[in-house]
């Protein structure tokens, strides 16, 4: 046998996958290895003393986090996005944010609303700024401290949806502030709402303790497993639908296209709890503890939203109805991981 049969085969450009037969996808090539904090035979995340600041912050809260699995750069997203992709996805329905935000404008379907709406917008829907904001944080926290850039980029594009979000009820403000100059809108009184007012008071308790849960993934749990999948049903789903029977069918579409990140995000965040549970057993325990923890302070968030659900708005919804059907949305996506983590698994 010659030297020439006994020579390695040569190593490709995507030598980093292994020894792999098959060549990686766009998403793999652009995504792989991309989170230099979990760089191979390093000594720390950061080139720093290792009892850094920085590095004791990701040791402790990324590295010795209950949430754990093996190779976490076998995760793969479902919908294996990528930054191009996003933005030519984003770019499509933006156009069908900023069209129906002109046609509704030309038909002044503003100042058609009733007044008890106009109350409903003005104490729930234009203070929800304050809300998607915190989700913005945390979500950008939990892909800083990502142990891998697989779950670093999905996280990085759900905190560019919660801007997108934010920034249309912020356009939405001004336009009902134009139209309803004395309803409040757009003024220091929907601060207040966020701070005093005793429905928001259990959201905003809610959005503040989850930003000072440093643990990555608790913090995952909190907010991309319970807090996000109940309140989205309140402030996307079920706002959407009173918004419909109030004669706001501009509030309904809106929801509609913009819960499209929602579930998009809940896709991935699934994903990541089905594989942790599966590369590592003991994570399903971490993640059930941490539900049962904030499941019921998201209940109560939910709750309170509701009772300006059912008090305000002329067409309204009992607030047992609204927290009712938030605790059974969630309660469907978190058995949902545990039914295919079990389907896996047998």
Same mark, same amino acid.
């Given at each position: 046998?010659?030297?020439?049969?006994?020579?390695?085969?040569?190593?490709?450009?995507?030598?980093?996958?292994?020894?792999?037969?098959?060549?990686?996808? +766009?998403?793999?090539?652009?995504?792989?290895?991309?989170?230099?904090?979990?760089?191979?035979?390093?000594?720390?995340?950061?080139?720093?003393?290792?009892?850094?600041?920085?590095?004791?912050?990701?040791?402790?809260?990324?590295?010795?986090?209950?949430?754990?699995?093996?190779?976490? +750069?076998?995760?793969?997203?479902?919908?294996?996005?990528?930054?191009?992709?996003?933005?030519?996805?984003?770019?499509?329905? @933006?156009?069908?944010?900023?069209? %129906?935000?002109? #046609?509704?404008?030309?038909?002044?379907?503003?100042?058609?609303?009733?007044?008890?709406?106009? +109350?409903?917008? &003005?104490?729930?829907?234009?203070?929800?700024?304050?809300?998607?904001?915190?989700?913005?944080?945390?979500?950008?926290?939990?892909?800083?401290?990502?142990?891998?850039?697989?779950?670093?980029?999905? &996280?990085?594009?759900?905190?560019?949806?919660?801007?997108?979000?934010?920034?249309?009820? /912020?356009?939405?403000?001004?336009?009902?502030?134009?139209?309803?100059?004395?309803?409040?809108?757009?003024?220091?009184? @929907?601060?207040?709402?966020?701070?005093?007012?005793?429905?928001?008071?259990?959201?905003?308790?809610? %959005? @503040?303790?989850? $930003?000072?849960?440093?643990?990555?993934? #608790?913090?995952?749990? /909190? $907010?991309?497993?319970?807090?996000?999948?109940?309140?989205?049903? %309140?402030?996307?789903?079920?706002?959407?639908?009173?918004?419909?029977?109030?004669?706001?069918? $501009?509030?309904?579409?809106?929801? *509609?296209?913009?819960? /499209?990140?929602?579930?998009?995000?809940?896709?991935?965040?699934?994903?990541?709890?089905?594989?942790?549970?599966?590369?590592?057993? #003991? *994570?399903?325990?971490?993640?059930?503890?941490?539900?049962?923890?904030?499941?019921?302070?998201?209940?109560?968030?939910?709750?309170? $939203?509701?009772?300006?659900? +059912?008090?305000?708005? #002329?067409?309204?919804?009992?607030? %047992?109805?609204?927290?009712?059907?938030?605790?059974?949305?969630?309660?469907?996506?978190?058995?949902?991981?545990?039914?295919?983590?079990?389907?896996?698994?047998?």
């Amino acid at each position: 046998m010659s030297d020439h049969t006994n020579r390695p085969r040569a190593r490709r450009t995507f030598s980093a996958f292994g020894d792999v037969r098959k060549m990686p996808s +766009e998403y793999e090539i652009v995504t792989h290895g991309q989170n230099w904090t979990t760089r191979e035979n390093r000594n720390a995340p950061f080139e720093q003393n290792p009892s850094s600041a920085a590095n004791l912050w990701f040791l402790t809260y990324r590295d010795q986090s209950p949430l754990q699995a093996d190779d976490w +750069e076998q995760f793969r997203e479902p919908d294996s996005l990528t930054y191009r992709m996003y933005v030519n996805a984003q770019a499509e329905s @933006e156009s069908k944010i900023h069209g %129906v935000l002109e #046609e509704y404008a030309q038909l002044g379907a503003d100042t058609k609303f009733s007044r008890g709406w106009i +109350e409903t917008l &003005a104490t729930l829907y234009t203070p929800s700024r304050y809300a998607i904001h915190g989700f913005q944080q945390i979500e950008a926290y939990l892909g800083y401290l990502a142990p891998t850039s697989y779950i670093t980029n999905p &996280a990085g594009l759900a905190t560019a949806d919660f801007l997108r979000r934010v920034t249309t009820v /912020a356009y939405r403000t001004r336009e009902l502030q134009v139209a309803h100059p004395d309803a409040g809108i757009g003024t220091a009184q @929907e601060r207040r709402h966020w701070e005093q007012h005793p429905a928001w008071q259990a959201t905003r308790k809610a %959005v @503040e303790s989850a $930003l000072i849960t440093y643990d990555w993934g #608790e913090a995952f749990t /909190a $907010l991309n497993l319970v807090l996000l999948p109940t309140l989205d049903d %309140v402030l996307t789903r079920q706002f959407g639908e009173i918004a419909l029977t109030n004669g706001d069918n $501009l509030g309904w579409l809106l929801q *509609s296209f913009l819960d /499209a990140d929602n579930q998009r995000r809940n896709r991935w965040s699934k994903a990541v709890a089905t594989f942790a549970i599966g590369r590592r057993a #003991e *994570s399903a325990a971490a993640i059930d503890k941490w539900i049962g923890k904030w499941a019921p302070i998201a209940d109560d968030a939910a709750a309170g $939203l509701g009772r300006i659900l +059912e008090t305000l708005p #002329e067409s309204g919804r009992p607030s %047992v109805e609204v927290a009712a059907g938030a605790r059974a949305a969630r309660e469907a996506f978190t058995d949902s991981i545990l039914r295919d983590t079990n389907r896996a698994s047998a």
